[in-house]
């Protein structure tokens, strides 16, 4: 018999090939079918109807080409955007959108990060917070209405769960809005917090601020105001995405003058919802200035928005 198969090729060739098969069909295809290949985070919920759409942008305008949505473990990724990528994050994500290059940063941990009305104005004017950004600008999406009857047929085929609520909700709004609402989910799911190294945060027994009234200090604010903070709160402070910062008797929205340091503090350590700054809480998207303004840059700003308070 064996002398037999050995004497016939083609016999021979098909019964290798079923042998190697079974190898790969029990290594590869009984994996691919387990849940634990298909692993999903608690948190994580399927796009709602306007998100989906927001995605469906997101790869329409090329984003992957420019942006990853994917941090590796590795320690400068961690400390730069947050906690690596987890398998269960991407459940509903039909395609990935990694990415393949980072012409702009990742976008993996952006959900959040800032509100709603600074995606707005940076996507309508990319280079009003980032003086040299290559990043396009995006503002003629506002322009173009979502069709609720295309956007029902992709939750449809990719089987997310919806009510005609949902649909008849999405009249009306613009792309722009679905690719802000796309992109405010992004990470969300995430609920571990990135292990190492967010900046310190730095806690004060109140401490004056030691530049106090000093006119080069107040000039030196006024310049770093512009570079780095006209952009949220408006022209000398008057507030826009950020508060206003030219009423010293309101702070975190709520009234009562706090002292310098806490000033200090908020601009060092930037806010996160449902923080606590002296008794007040936060709704977040103040940015931490840790790794990009010294202390003394720091108190000088303070100085400046003191100025801007009248006090000298
Ligand atoms: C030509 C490359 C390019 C394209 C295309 C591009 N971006 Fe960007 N993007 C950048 C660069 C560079 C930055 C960093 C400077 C800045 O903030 O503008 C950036 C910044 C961002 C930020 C802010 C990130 C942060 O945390 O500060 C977001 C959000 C963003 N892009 C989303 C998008 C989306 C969504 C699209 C598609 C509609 C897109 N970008 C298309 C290059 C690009
Ligand atoms: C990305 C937008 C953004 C940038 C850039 C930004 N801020 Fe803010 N800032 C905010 C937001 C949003 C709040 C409200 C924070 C909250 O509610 O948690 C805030 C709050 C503050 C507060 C508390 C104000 C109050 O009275 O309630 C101060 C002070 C402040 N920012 C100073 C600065 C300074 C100084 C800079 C520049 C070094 C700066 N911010 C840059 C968005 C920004």
Same mark, same amino acid.
């Given at each position: 018999m064996a002398k037999n198969i050995y004497s016939k090729p083609v016999l021979f060739t098909i019964l290798a090939t079923l042998t190697i098969l079974v190898g790969t069909v029990v290594t590869m295809f009984v994996p691919m079918l387990t849940a634990q290949m298909h692993p999903k985070l608690e948190g994580l919920k399927p796009y709602t109807a306007l998100q989906l759409a927001g995605r469906d942008v997101y790869q329409s305008e090329g984003c992957p080409f420019c942006h990853t949505q994917t941090v590796r473990p590795l320690k400068t990724e961690v400390e730069r955007y947050g906690h690596y990528s987890l398998a269960g994050e991407f459940y509903y994500d039909r395609p990935f959108l990694w990415g393949t290059k980072r012409t702009g940063p990742d976008l993996a941990r952006e959900g959040g990060k800032y509100p709603d009305s600074w995606q707005y104005a940076h996507f309508e004017d990319p280079r009003a917070f980032a @003086?040299? *950004?290559?990043m396009p600008s995006f503002?003629? !999406? +506002? +322009?173009i209405k979502l069709d609720p009857a295309q956007v029902e047929t992709h939750m449809k085929v990719l089987g997310f769960p919806y009510t005609q609520a949902d649909i008849s909700a999405?009249?009306? +709004? =613009?792309e722009l809005d679905a690719l802000v609402a796309y992109v405010q =989910?992004?990470? =969300?799911? %995430?609920? %571990? +917090?990135?292990?190492?190294? %967010?900046p310190v945060t730095k806690k004060m =027994?109140?401490? @004056?601020?030691? !530049?106090?009234? *000093?006119h080069e200090a107040i000039e030196r604010g006024e310049k770093l105001f512009e570079q780095n903070c006209q952009a949220c709160h408006g022209k000398e402070g008057v507030g826009y995405i950020g508060p206003s910062l030219r009423d010293k008797d309101i702070f975190l929205y709520v009234r009562g003058n706090v002292p310098d340091d806490d000033y200090f503090e908020i601009i060092h350590n930037g806010t996160h919802p449902g923080g606590i700054e002296d008794g007040r809480t936060e709704k977040g998207g103040m940015p931490s200035f840790a790794d990009t303004l010294s202390n003394d840059e720091i108190w000088s700003l303070v100085a400046y928005i003191r100025s801007l308070q009248g006090e000298k």
């Open positions: @003086p040299h *950004s290559i503002a003629w !999406l +506002k +322009k999405l009249a009306g +709004k =613009t =989910t992004l990470g =969300t799911a %995430v609920t %571990v +917090k990135a292990q190492a190294t %967010v =027994t109140h401490v @004056p601020n030691p !530049l106090a009234g *000093s």
